[in-house]
């Protein structure tokens, strides 16, 4: 729930971002992106993509300072996972799978500004325009203690309660748990853990017309939290994350 929300706002932020932009778009004959000699200097976008610990989306927005170089500003949020997990059905009536020794649901959020630069310019409208890109900012891991609905047996009632409880290995084991908590249990206790974060991307850019956006994005993630994150029991904390991530990014130019 927590990531849809996120993600519907990120969305409306950039329909609310692009929609003055698309009525001039609309109304400029020789902006209708078919000329390649025209420049436009501002853009929006929002990516969605994957990478090697998790799903997210992120919305950026670009100014072009020459023809072939733009710095740009963006925010995502990715849900991080660690490489042990293994998910479990369990006997629960919500039939909710879960991750044994999980402490932790993890979320990033990071912010950043960056420079884009092109690398091979589009020959015509139908050719791909290949630009590489880095940024740097900070990074928010938002972490929610994980819970497990546990089987307690209790001598006033003979048959099992379900019981909502955080990882504990002195008290339960893998058998006595019968399926992941609510979303919202925890919550309370979520914390925080400041960082920084650095990207490096290559973006390739297929779109027929000029003033839209249409690519694939590819590149490498690294996020350092001088506190590490406790993401999985018995496994050891971590301070650097680095992911390698793929996505689609849709999006609009204007002048």
Same mark, same amino acid.
């Given at each position: ?78 849900? &991080? ?26 979320? &990033? ?92 991307? &290559? ?8 003033? &839209? ?43």
């Amino acid at each position: 729930m927590f990531v849809r929300i996120i993600i519907l706002n990120l969305f409306v932020l950039f329909l609310s971002q692009t929609g003055f932009a698309q009525q001039n778009l609309l109304g400029a004959g020789e902006e209708n992106g078919s000329n390649l000699n025209i420049l436009y200097r501002n853009d929006a976008s929002v990516k969605f993509y994957a990478n090697t610990r998790g799903y997210g989306v992120l919305y950026r927005r670009g100014k072009h300072i020459t023809a072939k170089t733009r710095s740009f500003y963006e925010i995502d949020l990715q849900s &991080l996972k660690s490489h042990k997990e293994i998910k479990v059905k369990g006997e629960a009536l919500n039939n909710k799978r879960f991750v044994y020794g999980k402490l932790n649901s993890i979320f &990033l959020l990071r912010g950043a500004l960056g420079m884009q630069n092109v690398i091979f310019s589009k020959a015509d409208s139908k050719a791909v325009e290949v630009r590489i890109a880095y940024s740097l900012g900070p990074v928010l891991a938002i972490a929610k203690p994980y819970y497990y609905q546990l089987a307690i047996t209790t001598p006033s009632t003979p048959a099992t309660e379900p019981q909502s409880v955080k990882f504990n290995e002195r008290d339960f084991t893998q058998d006595s748990v019968i399926g992941r908590g609510q979303f919202s249990d925890g919550l309370a206790e979520t914390k925080f853990y400041p960082g920084i974060t650095g990207k490096l991307n &290559l973006s390739f850019e297929y779109a027929n017309y000029t003033n &839209l956006i249409r690519a694939i994005e590819t590149g490498i993630s690294i996020d350092y939290f001088p506190k590490s994150l406790p993401i999985m029991a018995r496994n050891p904390r971590e301070n650097i994350i680095i992911t390698f991530h793929v996505g689609f990014v849709f999006g609009k130019k204007w002048i």
